[in-house]
C-alpha cells in the first residue's frame, strides 16, 4: 500500500448559501496520478483549490502529510497549481515566470539558471527563455506553466483542466506528455477535468463528482466496468440505461424480457438499474437473440457503426462493426457477463445524485 | 470588403474635415507663435517661455497639477482595487457611484468646492457652530489642489479598477501559489500588471490639471497664475494672440514630451488616453463587450 | 476587520465625492442667500432659475449641440471607419494618427486653435462655429469606438450578403451595419457626454450672445455665486442620476431577454418601436431647442447689446424689445480689457456697447466706433450739463458717446470688521486685514490704487512710477483674500471680506443688504469715471442702436435703472424723480465738488501704455 499523502476530512464549502461541497472526504496516495472528474459545476476545482489553499473550507479538515493545513496560506503549501487558462505573468519573459518562485525563496542565481534550463528541457520549449508569454501559442503557454510549477520541487502538483483550451490533437499529445512528466518527477499530480476521455487514458485512480458528492472512487477500469449507479455509467462513455426488476439472483427483467445475469443478492423482484455499454449489446439475425427490435438509424464513425435499434420500447444504442441497414429486423442479445445490475436511489436526495447534470 | 473608390469616397469626407478642423488650425497656431504682430518671423513666442512670469506659472502648474495626480493615485488605487477585488462590475451600482460625478458639469463641481471653503461658506459656517477654529484655505494652492483632485479623481479611478479588474485571479494565486505572500505578490504582479491602468490615469489627471485654468480662476480667487491662466488672458484680456499661441505651442510640446516619456516606459502607444475616454462610454451606456476589443 | 477598513475607505471617498454635491441640493432649498447659514426651506430659486429666459437658452444650446454633433460626428465617423478598412495599411495608419490629435493635445490648445481658424476665415463665432468645433472633436470618439469592431468583422459577412444577390448598400445594412451597432452606440454616447460637458473648447470658439451651460455658469460663477446655479446643479444632477440608473435598468433587462432566444424577435419588435419614440423625442427636443436657442442668429431686427454685467434692469430690455419690435441679444463683459479683445477678434459682434471714459476713447482712437445720429437721440437733452461737460475728456464733440452711469472707486468696508476710520488707500496695506482684502480684478482700477497711494497720477505712463506701484501690488498680494470684479458685492455682503475696492454705484445696493457696510473715498484722490454708451462702426443695425439708447436716456427708464443696479445716473429728470430724499441727495451716489475735486477720470494711455500696464500687471498676477 502506498503511504497516504492528502487526506481531506468531512469537508463542507457554500459560496452564497449554496452548497458545493457536501461532507466529502478524500485521500490522495504518494506518487499517485490522481483524477477528480464531474460535470462543471460537480464540486472538482473547489476541491481542488481548497488542497491548493486558494479557499478556506467552512467546515472540516485538510490533513498533509500528518499536518493540518487547513488553513495555511497558499504560499506555505509545499504543492503547487497549473490553472486553467495558464495564468502566466504577462509583464514577464518565461524565464521570469519559471524562475519567480525560486526568486521568493532567494535561491543562488546560478541554481535559478540551472533550474530553468532542466524545467524548459522537461516541458521541450529550449531556447524560449525570453520569448514573452503572449508570443507563445496555448500549448506552449501551458508548458511555460507547468515549468513553472514544478521548478520548485512540489511533492504535489495540482492541475486544473489544464488541456481545456487546447486542440484536440495537442490536447492527446499533452496527455502523454504529461504521463511522461508525471514519471520523471515521481511526485502525485491531482487532475481536475470534465472529460472523462482524459482521465480514463492518464490516471491511476479516479474520482467521479457530482453535486457536491463523490459518486464513485477506482481504478479506470473499476469506474468503466462496473458504475456503481446510473450516474456514473452514463457519464462514463455512451451507455444504454435501462429500469429493469431483478426476478432473482442471476435473473433480471429488462423490458419485460428475461436476461440472464451474473449478480447476486439484490433480492426477488426488485426494482434496479441496469447499464449495457453499447459495444456489449450484440446484433443478431431475428430468432436467434432475446428481445427482438428494428434498425431506426446508422451513422458510421470510422472504428464502428453506430447503431440505434428500437426494442420493447427502448432506443438501444449499439456499437458494432458489423453492418445493418436501417429498417432491417434484429434480435438483441446480451452476454451476462456484460450486464451491470446498479441499485436503484433510494431516497430523494440519492436520486438527485443521480441525476444527470 | 469595399473597393479602393468606394474606400476613398467614404473617407474623403472625413479627410478633408479633419484637414480643416484639425490640420489647419494647427497650423494656423504655429503661424501666430511663430509670426510678430506685423507678420515678421520670430521665435519670440516660444522664447517668451522663459520670462520669469510665464516660467513661474508653468512651474506652477507643473507642480500643482503633479501633486494633484500624486493625491488622485493614492486616493484612486486603493479604491480600484477593493472595487476590484470584490467583482463590482463597471456597470454595478456601486462603481457607478463612484465614476457619476463625473458627469456632473465640471464647473458645478467646481463650484461646490468654492460653497464648501469660502471664508464664510459651508465648512466654516459648520466648524463654527462646533465651536471649533476656521479654515482659510480658500484662494490658495492648496484649494487648487483639492479641486483638482475632486475634478479628475474619477478619472484615475475607472482606468486603474478596470486594469485591475481586467487581472485574472489566478494569476494572483499563481504568484500566491509560488510562495509570494500577500506584499510580495502585490508589488511583484499587481502593480505592474495594472501599470497600463495607472499611465492612463495619470494622462487623464495631468494634462487637464496641467492645463486649466477655471478651477485656478475659480478656487484661486484671481491670485494665483498657472500657464492655462496666462494663455488664457493672452486671448481674452490683453489679446496678444501671438504670444498666446506661441506659449500653447510650448505647452503643447511640454505634453507631447510627456507623452511619449511614458509611452516608451510602457513600450505602448499614445493610445492610453483616449482607450480611458472611450471607456466611459461603455459606463455610460451601451455595448460593454466591444471595450474589450482593442486590447 | 479587513472589509470594514474596506468600507470604511470606501465611505470616506464616497463623502468626499458627494458632500460637496450634496450641500448645493441643500443650498439649491436655502431662503437665506448665504452659504453658512439656513434660512428655511424654498422653491424661490427654482422658479427664478425656471423664469430666467437665459438659463433656458444656454440649455437648449447644449443639448442641440450635443445633438447635432453627435448625429454628423457618427455619420462622418462610421462612414469613415467602413472606408477606411479598404485603404492600404499605411495611408489608414497616417489618418488614425491624425484623429488623435485633438485627442492627445490638451482642450485649451485644441480651443485656441480653432479660434484662430475661425479669425482668419472670418467665421462669425456662435452656434455654427462651436458645432463645427463640437463635430470636430466628437469624430476621434466615434471612430476610436467603431474602428476595433470594424477591424474583427469578417469580410466574408458582407461577400455573402452580396452574393446572395443584395446591393451594395443593403448588404452592408444587413449585414454588417448591426454587428457595428453597440460600437457605434458606445462613440455616440461618448460623443454626446463629452460634448455636453465641454467647457474649455466651446469657451475658445463661443461668439457673442451666445452659450452653453457651462460657460454660462462660469460667466455667473464669476460674477459671484447666485442661489439659482445651486437649483440648476440639483437639477443637473438629478437629471444624470436618473439617466444612468434608467440605462442600467434597460442594460439588464435587455441581458436578461437576450438569454431567451424565444424572445429575441419580441425585443426586437419593440426595440424597433422605441427607436422611432427615440428618434420622435429627439426631433422634439432639436426643434424645441432651435426655437429657445434661437439657432439662426442674425435675424435683421436684432440688436446686439454689449455691456457690463447686472449694468441694466431686465425689465427695461422687455419694454425696449415691447415697444419697437427689436429682438436684443444681450451679452455682458466682465471687464472693458475683457471686452475690447472680444472686440479685436470681432468688431462687427455687437451693435451697441457701453464702456467707460478711457476705453472709448481707446476706441474712438481705433476706429470702432461710430458718430451717432442726434436727431435719433432727443432724450439726450435729459443729460446733465456738467455730464456733457465731463464727457468732452474723452469724446471732444460728445458726437460718439452718451453718458449712462458715472461713480467714483473707494472703498467699501464692514465697520463691524473695520472700527478706524477709513481715509487712506494705505489700509489695504495693514497685516491686521490679511485675508480680508478682496482687490479689483482690472488693471486700471488696481494699478489706480497703488497709484494714488503714493501720489502718483493715475494716468501715468513713467514706468519708475508704474515700476513701484507695481511692486506696492506685489507686497500687497498676500494680505489679498482674491482678485474680485462683480463678485465684490455678494462677499461684501455675505461679510467674507472686511475691505474692497469697490465701485459707487454698488454702495446703496450693498448697503440696503447690509448695513454694516460704509464706503469712503481716500484722501489721497480716486478715480471718477463716466460709462456711456456707444456704437460700433460695424454695428449692422446701427437705427436700433440709436433707438435703444435714446430709449435709456428717457427719465422714467433711467429712473427704473437707476433704482435697480443704484449706479449714479447723469439724467437730471430722472434724479429729480428718485423719491427717496436721503438717496436722490446720497453723498455716495451724487458726491460734491469737494470729493470730486480729488478724484481724476482715466485717459486713454496710448498702445504703449497699455502694453507696459498688461507687462505689468502680469507680473503682479504672478508674484508671489
Known amino acids: 500500500m502506498k503511504k497516504e499523502l492528502i487526506r481531506l476530512e468531512n469537508v463542507s464549502k457554500s459560496f452564497d448559501g449554496e452548497l458545493i461541497l457536501d461532507d466529502l472526504s478524500l485521500t490522495i496516495h504518494e506518487n499517485e496520478f490522481v483524477t477528480l472528474l464531474g460535470p462543471s459545476g460537480c464540486g472538482k476545482t473547489t476541491t481542488l483549490r481548497i488542497i491548493g489553499g486558494f479557499e478556506t473550507p467552512d467546515n472540516g479538515r485538510v490533513i498533509f502529510d500528518g499536518q493540518d493545513i487547513t488553513s495555511l496560506a497558499p504560499n506555505k503549501r509545499q504543492l503547487n497549481t497549473v490553472f486553467q487558462k495558464y495564468a502566466l505573468f504577462t509583464h514577464m519573459d518565461v524565464a521570469e515566470n519559471i524562475a519567480f518562485g525560486l526568486k521568493i525563496k532567494n535561491k543562488p542565481q546560478d541554481y535559478i539558471e540551472d533550474k530553468i534550463h532542466y524545467a524548459l528541457k522537461l516541458v521541450n520549449l529550449n531556447g524560449y527563455e525570453h520569448r514573452m508569454p503572449g508570443s507563445l501559442s496555448g500549448g506552449q503557454q501551458q508548458r511555460v506553466a507547468i515549468a513553472r510549477a514544478i521548478v520548485n520541487e512540489p511533492k504535489v502538483l495540482l492541475l486544473d483542466e489544464p488541456l481545456g483550451a487546447l486542440d484536440l490533437k495537442l490536447r492527446q499529445d499533452m496527455q502523454y506528455e504529461l504521463i511522461r512528466l508525471k514519471e520523471e518527477l515521481g511526485i502525485t499530480f491531482i487532475y481536475v477535468t470534465h472529460d472523462q476521455e482524459e482521465a480514463l487514458t492518464m490516471s491511476d485512480h479516479i474520482v467521479v463528482m457530482n453535486q457536491g458528492y463523490i459518486q464513485q472512487e477506482g481504478s479506470p477500469e473499476d469506474i468503466y466496468n462496473e458504475p456503481e449507479n446510473a450516474f456514473v455509467a452514463d457519464f462514463i462513455g455512451d451507455s444504454n440505461i435501462i429500469k429493469a426488476t431483478m426476478v432473482r439472483d442471476e435473473l433480471v427483467s429488462i423490458l419485460d424480457t428475461d436476461f440472464v445475469c451474473v449478480d447476486k443478492g439484490f433480492g426477488e423482484n426488485t426494482p434496479v438499474d441496469v447499464v449495457i455499454r453499447p459495444e456489449d449489446v450484440e446484433l443478431v439475425p431475428r430468432g436467434e437473440g432475446t428481445l427482438s427490435g428494428t434498425v431506426s438509424h446508422v451513422i458510421f464513425k470510422g472504428v464502428h457503426y453506430e447503431m440505434e435499434v428500437q426494442a420493447g420500447g427502448f432506443a438501444w444504442l449499439v456499437h458494432s462493426t458489423r453492418l445493418y441497414e436501417t429498417g432491417s429486423e434484429v434480435d438483441i442479445k446480451v452476454d451476462p457477463f456484460n450486464i451491470q445490475v446498479m441499485n436503484k436511489p433510494e431516497s430523494e436526495d440519492e436520486e438527485v445524485l443521480a441525476k444527470d447534470d | 470588403m469595399t473597393d479602393k473608390k468606394t474606400s476613398r469616397l467614404l473617407t474623403s469626407p472625413y479627410i478633408a474635415w479633419a484637414v480643416i478642423f484639425i490640420l489647419v488650425p494647427l497650423a494656423m497656431l504655429f503661424y501666430y507663435g511663430l509670426t510678430d504682430v506685423n507678420g515678421g518671423l520670430t521665435l519670440d513666442n516660444i522664447r517668451a517661455i522663459a520670462e520669469p512670469v510665464h516660467l513661474r506659472a508653468l512651474l506652477l502648474a507643473v507642480v500643482l497639477s503633479v501633486v494633484s495626480t500624486i493625491i488622485c493615485f493614492l486616493l484612486a488605487y486603493p479604491l480600484g482595487m477593493i472595487l476590484a477585488k470584490h467583482k463590482l462590475s463597471s456597470q454595478g451600482l456601486i462603481t457607478t457611484l463612484f465614476i457619476l460625478p463625473m458627469w456632473m458639469n465640471f464647473l458645478l463641481r467646481t463650484l461646490a468646492w468654492m460653497t464648501l471653503l469660502e471664508n464664510r461658506g459651508v465648512i466654516n459656517g459648520i466648524l463654527d457652530f462646533l465651536h471649533l477654529p476656521e479654515i482659510n484655505i480658500i484662494n490658495t494652492p492648496g484649494a487648487i489642489v483639492l479641486g483638482m483632485v475632486y475634478n479628475f479623481l474619477p478619472f484615475m479611478i475607472l482606468p486603474i479598477y478596470n486594469s485591475l479588474s481586467s487581472i485574472d485571479d489566478n494569476v494572483i494565486n499563481a504568484a500566491r501559489d509560488l510562495g509570494a505572500d500577500a506584499w510580495q505578490t502585490f508589488f511583484k504582479i499587481t502593480l505592474p500588471l495594472s501599470v497600463p491602468g495607472i499611465i492612463s490615469g495619470v494622462t487623464m489627471v495631468f494634462i487637464p490639471a496641467l492645463t486649466t485654468f477655471a478651477i485656478s480662476t475659480m478656487l484661486g480667487g484671481s491670485k494665483i497664475l498657472l500657464i492655462g491662466n496666462v494663455i488664457e488672458q493672452e486671448f481674452t484680456l490683453t489679446y496678444d494672440w501671438n504670444l498666446g499661441a506661441g506659449l500653447s505651442i510650448v505647452l503643447m510640446v511640454f505634453i507631447v514630451v510627456n507623452m511619449v516619456i511614458s509611452a516608451m516606459s510602457e513600450g505602448d502607444d499614445s493610445s492610453e488616453r483616449r482607450n480611458v475616454k472611450r471607456f466611459f462610454s461603455h459606463t455610460s451606456g451601451s455595448d460593454a463587450g466591444s471595450g474589450k476589443d482593442e486590447r | ?624
Not at chain 3, 440649455?59 to 453627435?70: C, D, E, Y
Not at chain 3, 452574393?163 to 458606445?186: H, N, Q, T
Not at chain 3, 475658445?204 to 451666445?210: D, L, N
Not at chain 3, 501715468?460 to 463678485?487: H, R, S
Open chain 3, 1 to 624: 476587520m479587513r472589509s470594514k477598513i474596506e468600507k470604511i475607505y470606501m465611505g470616506i471617498i464616497f463623502v468626499f465625492m458627494y458632500a460637496p454635491i450634496l450641500t448645493l441640493i441643500i443650498l439649491s432649498f436655502n431662503t437665506s442667500k448665504s452659504r453658512a447659514r439656513w434660512g428655511g426651506f424654498t422653491f424661490q430659486w427654482y422658479i427664478n432659475l425656471v423664469n430666467d429666459n437665459s438659463v433656458l437658452n444656454a440649455m437648449a444650446n447644449t443639448l442641440i449641440i450635443a445633438m447635432v454633433s453627435t448625429v454628423f460626428a457618427t455619420v462622418i465617423g462610421t462612414l469613415t471607419c467602413v472606408g477606411l478598412m479598404g485603404l492600404r495599411r499605411r495611408s489608414r495608419t497616417v489618418i488614425m494618427g491624425i484623429t488623435n490629435i485633438p485627442m492627445i493635445n490638451a482642450d485649451i490648445v485644441t480651443g485656441i486653435s480653432l479660434m484662430l481658424l475661425f479669425k482668419v476665415l472670418r467665421f462669425e463665432t456662435g452656434f455654427i462655429t462651436v458645432l463645427l468645433a463640437h463635430i470636430t472633436f466628437n469624430i476621434p470618439y466615434v471612430m476610436l469606438s467603431v474602428m476595433p469592431r470594424m477591424k474583427t468583422i469578417n469580410p466574408n459577412t458582407y461577400e455573402a450578403a452580396l452574393d446572395l444577390g443584395a446591393e451594395p448598400f443593403y448588404a452592408f445594412r444587413k449585414s454588417v451595419l448591426p454587428d457595428l451597432m453597440p460600437s457605434i452606440i458606445a462613440g455616440a454616447l461618448m460623443a454626446f457626454t463629452m460634448s455636453i460637458d465641454d467647457f474649455i473648447i466651446t469657451y475658445f470658439t463661443k461668439g457673442s450672445g451666445f452659450d452653453t451651460i457651462s460657460t454660462k455658469i462660469y460667466n455667473e460663477v464669476k460674477r459671484g455665486i447666485q442661489p439659482e446655479i445651486y437649483a440648476l446643479s440639483s437639477i443637473i444632477f438629478i437629471a444624470v442620476l436618473v439617466l444612468l440608473f434608467a440605462s442600467a435598468r434597460m442594460r439588464q433587462r435587455q441581458a436578461a431577454q437576450r438569454k431567451d432566444v424565444a424572445l429575441y424577435k419580441v425585443e426586437k419588435r419593440i426595440s424597433k418601436g422605441k427607436a422611432a419614440v427615440i428618434a420622435v423625442a429627439s426631433l422634439g427636443v432639436i426643434l424645441l431647442a432651435m426655437y429657445f436657442g434661437g439657432v439662426f442668429t442674425r435675424k435683421n431686427n436684432q440688436l446686439f447689446v454689449y455691456n457690463a454685467g447686472e449694468y441694466i434692469d431686465p425689465e427695461v430690455i422687455e419694454m425696449f424689445e415691447a415697444e419697437t419690435g427689436i429682438e436684443v441679444v444681450y451679452d455682458e463683459f466682465e471687464t472693458l480689457e475683457i471686452m475690447y479683445a472680444k472686440m479685436v477678434q470681432n468688431d462687427g459682434a455687437y451693435d451697441v456697447i457701453c464702456p467707460s471714459d478711457y476705453m472709448i476713447e481707446k476706441m474712438m482712437n481705433a476706429g470702432m466706433l461710430r458718430e451717432l445720429d442726434l436727431n435719433m437721440i432727443p432724450n439726450r437733452k435729459y443729460i446733465g450739463k456738467q455730464y456733457m461737460e465731463s464727457a468732452r475728456s474723452f469724446d471732444p464733440n460728445n458726437s460718439y458717446s452718451v453718458p449712462y452711469c458715472w461713480g467714483t472707486v473707494g472703498i467699501l468696508y464692514n465697520k463691524n470688521m473695520v472700527k478706524e476710520p477709513v481715509t487712506s488707500w494705505d489700509i489695504l496695506w495693514d497685516e491686521k486685514y490679511s485675508g480680508e482684502i478682496l482687490m479689483q480684478d482690472s488693471i486700471r482700477d488696481a494699478f489706480m490704487v497703488a497709484l494714488a497711494r503714493n501720489g502718483y497720477s493715475i494716468n501715468t505712463k513713467d514706468p519708475a512710477e508704474l515700476e513701484v506701484a507695481a511692486e506696492d501690488l506685489v507686497k500687497q498680494k498676500p494680505l489679498v483674500q482674491a482678485y474680485v470684479i462683480d463678485q465684490a458685492r455678494d462677499k461684501m455682503i455675505g461679510g467674507e471680506a472686511a475691505l474692497a475696492v469697490i465701485y459707487s454705484g454698488e454702495v446703496i445696493y450693498t448697503q440696503r443688504e447690509n448695513p454694516d457696510l460704509a464706503y469712503s473715498i481716500p484722501d489721497e484722490g480716486s478715480n471718477v469715471w463716466i460709462d456711456a454708451w456707444v456704437v460700433t462702426r460695424k454695428a449692422r443695425n446701427p437705427e436700433a442702436a440709436m433707438k435703444w439708447i435714446n430709449f435709456l436716456c428717457r427719465p422714467d427708464i433711467a429712473l427704473m435703472n437707476f433704482d435697480f443696479i443704484t449706479y449714479s445716473t447723469p439724467n437730471e429728470a430722472a434724479r429729480e424723480m428718485i423719491e427717496e430724499e436721503d438717496i436722490r441727495n446720497s453723498e455716495v451716489a451724487f458726491p460734491d465738488e469737494s470729493i470730486l475735486d480729488r478724484c481724476e477720470t482715466y485717459f486713454y494711455l496710448g498702445e504703449d501704455g497699455d502694453a507696459l500696464y498688461n507687462e505689468m500687471w502680469k507680473k503682479v498676477k504672478s508674484g508671489k
